[in-house]
């Protein structure tokens, strides 16, 4: 087949540690670190050895770092998933995995490099995905909450709608500061509760556990 990137390198990206293919023999495989000198150093190398064009596959997050350095470094680099690069026929190891997509790179049979959002579309996604994980971790702190209070009989789920708002915060925080007075714990009912003081206070006598 005809090679169609000449000047191609290829990175199998590891999470201590980058390899780096520019051609098919032992000798063209180098292995770099993962530290700031070291993606310098391996921008570098490629330069030295007139590359032009990386692929490598997107392995968790630790391309990102690399992505950006070979970007502000002139490169043009493709992403692409790593199911698209396997070959099943072979032995896998770091040095063979490189020099495989090597050979599908200079080839063009890499697929197109995968979406990649611009600086704020990528903090806006960043941002809406650590909410949406912060109300998922909510809910199941939640439960767990009303599963520890129910350890120490204090049922307040019965009392109160949701242990999460104002009485039921009050109160959890009342017993985190020693206090087991049911009475005493009840007077935290806030005036929108539907359940009165005494039968609040019912509900919250410990076992003392």
């Given amino acids: 087949m005809k090679i169609v990137n000449p ?4 990175i199998d990206i590891g999470s201590r540690s980058h390899y780096v293919a520019i051609g ?3 000798q063209d495989v180098k292995e770099f670190g ?12 490629l330069k030295e050895n ?5 692929a490598m596959e997107s392995t968790g997050t630790y391309w990102q770092n690399l992505f950006i350095e070979l970007i502000n470094s002139g490169f043009e680099v493709i992403l692409t998933n790593g199911k698209f690069t396997k070959n099943i026929n072979r032995k896998k190891t770091d040095v063979l995995d490189c020099q495989w997509i090597k050979k599908m790179h200079s080839l063009g ?3 197109p490099s995968s979406f990649l959002p611009d600086n704020t579309t990528e903090r806006l996604r960043t941002l809406c995905r650590h909410r949406a994980n912060m109300i998922a971790m909510k809910a199941d702190t939640c439960h767990k ?8 009989n204090f049922r307040l789920d019965v009392v109160v709608r949701d242990v999460t708002g104002l009485t039921g915060m009050k109160i959890i925080d ?3 500061n020693g206090n087991l007075d049911p009475k005493s714990l009840a007077k935290h009912r806030h005036y929108n509760c539907r359940k009165s003081e005494e039968e609040i206070a019912k509900a919250l006598v410990s076992n003392k556990r």
């Fill in 24 to 26: 098919q023999g032992k």
């Fill in 145 to 152: 909450m009303q599963k520890f209070l129910k350890w120490l």
């Fill in 7 to 10: 000047h191609c390198a290829v």
């Fill in 34 to 45: 993962v530290y700031a000198e070291n993606l310098k150093l391996l921008a570098a190398w």
């Fill in 109 to 111: 049979l890499l697929l």
């Fill in 174 to 176: 009342d017993i985190c």
């Fill in 50 to 54: 007139h590359i032009t064009s990386v």
